[in-house]
């Protein structure tokens, strides 16, 4: 039974591009959340997709926006790229989009804007 | 800012004693979870405490939650170098937000 999967792993952009990543969430979630992690932080909350609609939403610009398919899983997708959009991007999934199961995590991708 | 704060930012400890973590958090919350990370990987869940519980166990785990106090503390039994990661609590809302402190390192030397 395969965990949650992030595609890429790394990627390398340049400033104002624009970068789209992957998540396929665990087999029979139908939650999908992404967080933000600056090194040395935790994950920050950037949105949760259940029934894929948006159904919450951290702090983050307009920039940062995604999409949830028929099949549960999501792409992240940040325009007009910065030098501090530079983290590790986390995917977890979960059984119900109420908070009470665990969240399950991918492996991340690491995102380095020059 | 973050909802839930891990303190200490950082433990070292030999094998075998235990560890101490503790986290304290500002509004109320439905239920408070704890992960760990390993270095470049993804977090991985130990234990999901209730508002209404007081403590909870797993294997060599024990978490507790003073909801008068808004904290929380993750205790590792006979601590091994595996345990080695950082470790976060993340606050859980009513309406299903998890906010995530900035973790504390724990270091154990063999």
């Known amino acids: 039974d395969a965990g949650v999967t992030q595609s890429p792993t790394h990627l390398i952009k340049t400033r104002g591009q624009q970068v789209t990543l992957r998540c396929s969430p665990k087999s029979g979630h139908d939650t999908v959340s992404w967080y933000q992690q600056a090194l040395g932080q935790g994950p920050q909350f950037i949105f949760q997709y259940y029934e894929e609609e948006e159904r919450q939403r951290g702090n983050f610009p307009d920039r940062f926006s995604g999409h949830q398919f028929p099949n549960y899983s999501s792409e992240l997708n940040v325009n007009a790229l910065l030098l501090g959009d530079s983290a590790l991007y986390l995917c977890?999934?979960?059984?119900?989009?109420?908070?009470?199961?665990?969240?399950?995590f991918g492996d991340g991708t690491r995102l380095s804007i020059l | 800012s973050q909802q839930g704060e891990e303190d200490p930012q950082a433990l070292s400890i030999q094998e075998g004693e235990n560890a101490t973590m503790n986290c304290s958090y500002k509004?109320?919350?439905?239920?408070l979870q704890w992960y760990r990370q390993n270095s470049g990987r993804g977090l991985v869940h130990l234990i999901l405490?209730?508002?209404?519980?007081r403590e909870k166990h797993s294997g060599r785990l024990r978490v507790t939650l003073d909801t008068s106090k808004k904290s929380s503390s993750l205790l590792i039994t006979a601590s091994r170098a595996a345990d080695t990661a950082s470790y976060f609590c993340a606050t859980v809302t009513n309406a299903g937000k998890s906010t995530f402190g900035d973790g504390t390192t724990l270091t154990v030397k063999p």
């Open positions: 977890a999934s979960s059984l119900s989009w109420t908070g009470n199961q665990p969240q399950h």
């Open positions: 509004t109320s919350i439905n239920n």
């Open positions: 405490i209730r508002s209404n519980e």
